[in-house]
């Protein structure tokens, strides 16, 4: 029975060194597999990003009028000149000089607009007297400011007339 279990032993240990035993094998080149795979999915995504770009930048016109209903030929401009605001919490000792150009994307919607510039006028002094003056004096602040007044004045038209607004005249005193 000793040498049974003796035996038994012998026989386990044999057992474990052969699985200790088992040689780890390491496939050569997997590190340059991934990197390779790594590469080729950048270029696939760059290339894929340049024949979007190249995609847009030649039929611009077809997905302009597609996306906004009008071809990207704006039909003019209108100008509403020299409106005059007193900035938040300056108690009328600071004044903000405005003039903005509005490109609009047909001639007829020229007249909608000059017909509501008094409520345009309105609507502008509203919203920029509500801002104080590091507000209204920050580069930043006035794109915003811009985009604001674009959608704002679209409202009051009631359709999207506004194309692009550009300040004419931004001074502050």
Known sequence: MAEDTEQQQQQNLQDSSKTDS???V???GSRSKTFG???LLSMLIIGE???A???VAANYEQLYEWVHGSPPDFAGYYEIEDVVINPAET???RVLLVSIGLEVAHDDHLDEIQQHEVAIRDAMISMLSRRSVPELSSTDERQDIKQEMG???NEILGRRTVRNLFFTEYVMH
Do not use: T
Request: proline share 10%.
């Open 26 to 28: 390491a496939i050569p």
């Open 49 to 51: 990003a340049v024949l």
């Open 37 to 39: 795979n790594i590469f």
């Open 151 to 153: 959608i704002m004045i």
């Open 53 to 55: 770009y190249w995609l």
């Open 22 to 24: 088992i040689p780890v």
């Open 91 to 93: 108690d009328g000792q």
